[in-house]
T-cell receptor, first 115, second 116 residues
């Protein structure tokens, strides 16, 4: 039973390029969450999505960042015109339902480096 | 706003000794509390959760946590530490909102180092 799959594991982009991070939730999970982990900091919530809907994007920067979770295919976190400050580990998590007894299952993350 | 504090950046313990990793929380309403562990270059793995009921919660790998409402704490414990327990530990809280949602607020993490 595959867990949450994220790719790529490592991504290097030059300033100004676009970064696309993919996340396939666990089988049977329809809720996806994106978190960002900066060095020496904890995980910061970015966005919560269900299929074809953004439920909570209160942690997303107002510009350059977007997320989607289409009916078919993985969830995508897209960062346009990357800057050095975007360098971080980005983690995707999924859950089976939004209920309180459903823990989040995390992927191994995508480590973005902006040069 | 809800928040979680992990007052120790690092905890050092000798193998075989008991360990405690501290966590305090601040929420309005009933908290739902979680502990996760992160090994190098990996995602977070769920250890245990407190929803309701007994204040002592048992989880994976011999870990347990004690919920203390009066002290707003949820400390992680293990009676006998192993070198393989060395990792980064995160406490998290979820506030139940109208409409659901599983958004967690994480602490900054505590690096546990278990030495021989």
């Amino acid at each position: 039973n595959a867990g949450v799959m994220q790719n790529p594991r490592h991504l290097v982009r030059r300033r100004g390029q676009e970064a696309r991070l993919r996340c396939s939730p666990m089988k049977g999970h329809s809720h996806v969450y994106w978190y960002r982990q900066l060095p020496e900091e904890g995980l910061k919530f970015m966005v919560y999505l269900q299929k074809e809907n953004i439920i909570d994007e209160s942690g997303m920067p107002k510009e350059r960042f977007s997320a989607e979770f289409p009916k078919e295919g993985p969830s995508i976190l897209r960062i346009q015109q990357v800057v050095r400050g975007d360098s971080a580990a980005y983690f995707c998590a999924s859950s089976r339902e939004e209920g309180r007894n459903s823990p989040l299952h995390f992927g191994n993350g995508t480590r973005l480096t902006v040069t | 706003a809800q928040s979680v504090a992990q007052p120790e950046d690092q905890v050092n313990v000798a193998e075989g000794n008991p360990l405690t990793v501290k966590c305090t929380y601040s929420v309005s309403g009933n908290p739902y509390l979680f502990w996760y562990v992160q090994y190098p270059n990996r995602g977070l793995q769920f250890l245990l959760k407190y929803i309701t009921g007994d204040n002592l919660v048992k989880g994976s790998y011999g870990f347990e946590a004690e919920f203390n409402k009066s002290q707003t704490s949820f400390h992680l414990k293990k009676p006998s530490a192993l070198v393989s327990d060395s990792a980064l530990y995160f406490c998290a809280v979820r506030l139940i909102l109208t409409g659901g949602g599983n958004k967690l607020t994480f602490g900054t993490g505590t690096q546990l180092k278990v030495e021989l």
